[in-house]
């Protein structure tokens, strides 16, 4: 990772009326860096990242990247946005889709087929999407899909990566590969990597910083620092434990009643996860 720092919050505050998502947030994220968002439902984690994309306003302070101001349709941003379905009237083929997502493509500048189609080939083969290439993406399950969007993302080469719960509907094979493929974005092409999720585990050996938003606050560290009963319990003002188990992190309600995800959220898919049922 490099110390130089890519995305820099400045006493960033965002509110939505009067309620407070997170306040007083000074953050600088370097490049080649992995953060890991985390948080329950509501918390302000798809917020966070629309501040990085132009799309939401921060109330007080600023967010520049490439110590610009952040605007709009930034080349040096890729999203891998939150899961919807495609509809059935998208008329694309997989590897349409992830040529979309190619520089030259969204520049206007031509590029030859030659080279798009070995471009395209090298992502799909990356996200495990080959054996799918030219079929039409309506007809492709969410997960599929997902890793279509994965490899769309990467196929600008941003320099800030954002990461919208990227796992949600993969598998468990898939979300390793997907998740070891976003770390290596970080590491090889030093993109900084800013990534939402529910479940830290499946991006533990990856992150280098957490920051976990709850109840207006928030609280910004190492793994060892933020995945705390201590620090989990003030966030939340409410008594949850968090507990090491081969290595993995299981969140469990204050009464030890529940295993909950790393964000503290009760889904019931994920409790079984946790538990390795
Ligand atoms: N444009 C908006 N105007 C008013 N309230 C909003 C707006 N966008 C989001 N909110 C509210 O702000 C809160 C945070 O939303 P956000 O989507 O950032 O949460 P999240 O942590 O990503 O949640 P989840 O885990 O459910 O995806 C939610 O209560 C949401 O309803």
Redesign the pocket.
């Known amino acids: 990772m490099s110390s130089s720092p890519i995305v820099r919050f400045e006493d960033a505050r965002l509110a ?1 009326g009067s309620r407070v ?1 997170w306040d007083e947030l000074n953050l600088s994220i370097a490049a080649g860096e992995f953060l890991a968002v985390l ?10 990242i629309n501040t990085m994309l132009g799309t939401t306003s921060l109330k007080r302070g600023s967010v520049s990247i490439a110590g610009e101001s952040v605007r709009r349709g930034s080349s040096s941003v890729g999203l891998i946005p ?1 899961q919807r379905p495609f509809g059935d009237n998208v008329p694309l083929r997989a590897r349409d889709l992830v040529a979309l997502g190619l520089d030259g493509a969204k520049l206007g500048i031509r590029l030859s087929r030659r080279s798009v189609r070995r471009q395209v080939d090298e992502l799909l083969d990356m996200v495990g999407a080959s054996g799918y290439a030219n079929r039409p993406v309506s007809d492709l399950s969410g997960g599929e899909q997902q890793r279509l969007r994965a490899a769309q993302a990467l196929a600008g080469n941003p320099r800030v990566l954002l990461c919208d719960e990227p796992l949600l509907s993969l598998d468990l094979h898939h979300q390793q590969a997907i998740s070891e493929v976003i770390h290596r974005q970080a590491v090889e092409r030093d993109s900084a990597v800013i990534f ?1 999720t ?1 479940e830290i585990n499946p991006i533990l050996p990856y992150v280098d910083r957490v920051l976990y ?1 709850a109840e207006g606050r928030f609280h910004l560290g190492t793994v060892d620092e933020v995945m705390q009963s201590s620090v989990l319990t003030e966030l939340y003002g409410a008594p949850v434990e968090v507990l090491r188990v081969n290595e993995r992190i299981v969140v469990v309600s204050g009464d030890g009643s529940a295993a909950l995800p790393a964000d503290g959220h009760d889904h019931a898919e994920d409790i079984e996860l946790e538990t390795g049922k």
């Open positions: 939505y998502l948080g329950p439902n509501g918390s302000g984690k798809t917020s966070f939150q939402v529910h938003l």
